[in-house]
C-alpha cells in the first residue's frame, strides 16, 4: 500500500540532489520556527533513536553509570541489531516535554527530523516515514505538493 506522499517521493527522486537539498533546508528553516517541539515531543513518545556507541558513552556517562549498566537499564537489540530504548516513550522524556539529558542525547535525536540534512534523496523513505510523527515533516511535504510544479520546477 503506497503512503500519502508516495508519488510526491517518485517526483522529488528525479530531481538535481543539490537542489532539492536547497529547497528542504529552506523549508525545514522556515516550519522549524513554526512548530515548537516542546509543544509537540511525538518523536520523543513514539520513535526510539538507534543508539552507536558514542550515544552509549555519552550518556552513561551523563548519568555516572558504567555503559554497561546503561545498556542494561535503558537498551535492548532490535531486529537490525542495533540498540535501542527498551521502552517508549523515552525514559529521558520529562512530564514537561523537555529532555532529561538534552546535551548529551543521541545523534539520531539531535538531528531529528533529518530534513535539514544533507543528500536529502538518500532519505526521501525515512522523510515521508517520519511525516507521520513530525508536524515540520509533514509540513515541508505538504507545501512541497500542494506547490508542487511551483517550488519543484524552480529546482
Same mark, same amino acid.
Given at each position: 500500500?503506497?503512503?500519502? &506522499?508516495?508519488?510526491?517521493?517518485?517526483?522529488?527522486?528525479?530531481?538535481? /540532489?543539490?537542489?532539492?537539498?536547497?529547497?528542504?533546508?529552506? !523549508?525545514?528553516?522556515?516550519?522549524?520556527?513554526?512548530?515548537? =517541539?516542546?509543544?509537540?515531543? +511525538? =518523536?520523543?513518545?513514539?520513535? /526510539?533513536?538507534?543508539?552507536?556507541?558514542?550515544?552509549?558513552?555519552?550518556?552513561?556517562?551523563?548519568?555516572?553509570?558504567?555503559?554497561?549498566?546503561?545498556?542494561? #537499564?535503558?537498551?535492548?537489540?532490535?531486529?537490525?541489531?542495533?540498540? $535501542?530504548?527498551?521502552?517508549?516513550? *523515552?525514559?529521558?522524556?520529562?512530564?514537561?516535554? &523537555? *529532555?532529561?539529558? &538534552?546535551?548529551?542525547?543521541?545523534?539520531?535525536?539531535?538531528?531529528?527530523?533529518?530534513?535539514?540534512?544533507?543528500?536529502? #534523496?538518500?532519505?526521501?523513505?525515512?522523510?515521508? !516515514?517520519?511525516?507521520?510523527?513530525?508536524?515540520? $515533516?509533514?509540513?515541508?511535504? +505538504?507545501?512541497?505538493?500542494?506547490?508542487? &510544479?511551483?517550488?519543484?520546477?524552480?529546482?
Amino acid at each position: 500500500m503506497e503512503g500519502e &506522499y508516495a508519488e510526491l517521493m517518485k517526483r522529488l527522486k528525479r530531481h538535481d /540532489g543539490k537542489k532539492l537539498d536547497a529547497l528542504f533546508h529552506r !523549508l525545514h528553516d522556515e516550519e522549524s520556527e513554526k512548530i515548537d =517541539c516542546l509543544q509537540c515531543a +511525538n =518523536c520523543c513518545r513514539s520513535l /526510539g533513536p538507534r543508539f552507536i556507541q558514542n550515544d552509549i558513552t555519552r550518556m552513561a556517562t551523563h548519568l555516572k553509570m558504567k555503559e554497561s549498566a546503561f545498556i542494561d #537499564k535503558y537498551l535492548r537489540i532490535d531486529e537490525d541489531s542495533d540498540y $535501542v530504548f527498551k521502552v517508549m516513550p *523515552c525514559p529521558f522524556l520529562m512530564p514537561d516535554n &523537555y *529532555c532529561m539529558l &538534552y546535551n548529551s542525547r543521541t545523534k539520531a535525536c539531535r538531528e531529528y527530523p533529518h530534513t535539514d540534512s544533507k543528500n536529502i #534523496k538518500s532519505i526521501l523513505k525515512i522523510c515521508e !516515514l517520519n511525516a507521520e510523527v513530525c508536524p515540520i $515533516v509533514r509540513n515541508i511535504l +505538504n507545501r512541497i505538493k500542494r506547490n508542487d &510544479y511551483e517550488m519543484l520546477k524552480k529546482l
